[in-house]
């Protein structure tokens, strides 16, 4: 975390430091809203950061990605390695667009060579925000507690009607069984209810995450026949 977001969770503070920060939070959506505001519908796709070009779960991505690219969705991604760059490296290899929402970390994570548009968040709870806001599917690879932070943020804002139905996917029944595990085992001791556990799809096949796609994103919100919706003003100084 930067400093400034450290201060803040660290209880109460002055006045004018709550509102100060306050100020920063708007002026990083407002950041974000300008970079992302023409990018498209898109796709979201979380995962680690820790896995090379080479690695299976790399390889793995960048062709789902390339898949999802084709249907005419934009890729967005954390902008950042491992996953994230395999997917927008997908994209980009197929003549797709590919747009990142990248972190500021004290260890410095720099945007991949794979984004056409990024934008570099201060604050974790923006970029979640920006990542689920332009997004019409969530994919989730393997990955850590960022990635599973995502998706259950995602998962949750569903659940609770707060976004739309959009297709929530786990690829990689191996790696995520466990987390299955767990979700049923609340289904059996009632923390969710067992029509939750129909709010995402588990799956090894490329060819089934891709028809969950056309049939729960493009058929079901119309994608295929939505006129442009924004126009860049150029008062405002906006590119698409």
Avoid at 20 to 41: D, Q, S, W
Wanted: net charge positive.
């Amino acid at each position: 975390m930067v400093k400034s977001e450290i201060i803040f969770l660290s209880g109460p503070q002055s006045r004018w430091k709550e509102f100060t920060f306050t100020c920063k939070v708007f002026i990083e959506f407002i950041k974000g809203f300008r970079a992302l505001h023409f990018a498209g519908p898109c796709v979201t796709i979380f995962g680690s950061a820790r896995f090379k070009e080479g690695h299976p779960y790399y390889e793995k991505t960048r062709e789902i990605a390339g898949r999802i690219a084709q249907l005419g969705f934009t890729i967005m991604t954390g902008g950042g390695p491992g996953i994230m760059e395999a997917a927008n490296r997908g994209a980009k290899e197929v003549g797709g667009k590919s747009v990142g929402c990248n972190i500021v970390l004290p260890m410095e994570q720099k945007p991949n060579i794979w984004l056409d548009k990024w934008v570099s968040i201060r604050y974790f709870f923006v970029r979640k925000t920006l990542l689920i806001k332009y997004s019409y599917a969530f994919i989730v690879m393997p990955g850590g507690f960022g990635t599973l932070d995502e998706y259950f943020e995602a998962l949750t804002l569903i659940q609770t009607k707060k976004i739309n139905l959009f297709p929530v996917i786990i690829f990689d029944k191996e790696f995520h069984k466990d987390l299955i595990a767990h979700i049923e085992n609340m289904k059996a001791g009632g923390t969710i209810l067992p029509a939750d556990r129909d709010l995402f799809l588990v799956t090894d096949d490329i060819e089934e995450l891709i028809m969950a796609l056309k049939n729960n994103s493009i058929a079901r919100f119309n994608l295929t026949s939505k006129p442009a919706m924004h126009q860049p003003f150029k008062w405002l100084f906006e590119k698409k």
